[in-house]
């Protein structure tokens, strides 16, 4: 614990201490935007904590500058090697990324879904989540989003999901071999117009669809082109029921769809 703090004990948490103005160095402009320590965290953690936060509060501008790097450590009264640490979470976390030269600075980032999915599907495979478990999950999610979605269909969302029909009947088997089925899904789930519902569909799919390839890859191949004209032609069925604005046979046909996928899996 000491041995990770050294380098901020040294210039960090300026606000409490008052012998520290004995040394010179507490500034009373300093403490106003200085980072506290907080028990159990590291000091950079804080410091990323609370860039994080300034970015939310502002509305999240893509491309802005938060300041450059002298700015931030003097603003956050930290050592340098607290900040650069810092920098190295938020980048992590892709929320922004330090643009080196001049005009350069911490520069707000836009998040990757992929990064955020990658990171929850690798949770969830760690807490072993199996296949039907899984599907509990998506298929909860996934009809309430097909109802959702039809209620609010326009003619624009319409001519999405049959793009995604026409893709599927021109791919036809390779697109259950190469995770292309899911597409559907994720379209519908998008329509729905909430971004977290979007989001949690989408990793349950690509979860989901892992498991079904690992399966075929294991030798179940000939389940692969009956699935796949089963899947198409369910698909169609769901995107009429949406098309036609009726919710409750949506929720219907994608319930009994995804109970079909789980029979190919038994
Ligand atoms: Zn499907």
Redesign the pocket.
Known sequence: MQRATRAGAANGAPKPKPKAAGKGRARADKADGAVARKPGRRLAEVVADRIEEDIVARGWPVGEVLGSEADLIERFGVSRAVFREAVRIVEHHNVARMRRGPGGGLIVTEPDPRAVQNAMALYLRYKGVGREVLFEARAALEIAAVASATERITEEGIARLREVLDTEEREGERAVAEAH?HH??VVIAELTGNPAMAMFIEVLNRLNEEMILAEIEAGHREVLSVAAAD?HK??VAIVDAIASGDAALAQHRMRR?LDAILEYLH
Do not use: D, E, S
């Open positions: 089925t559907l899904h899947y369910a698909h769809h």
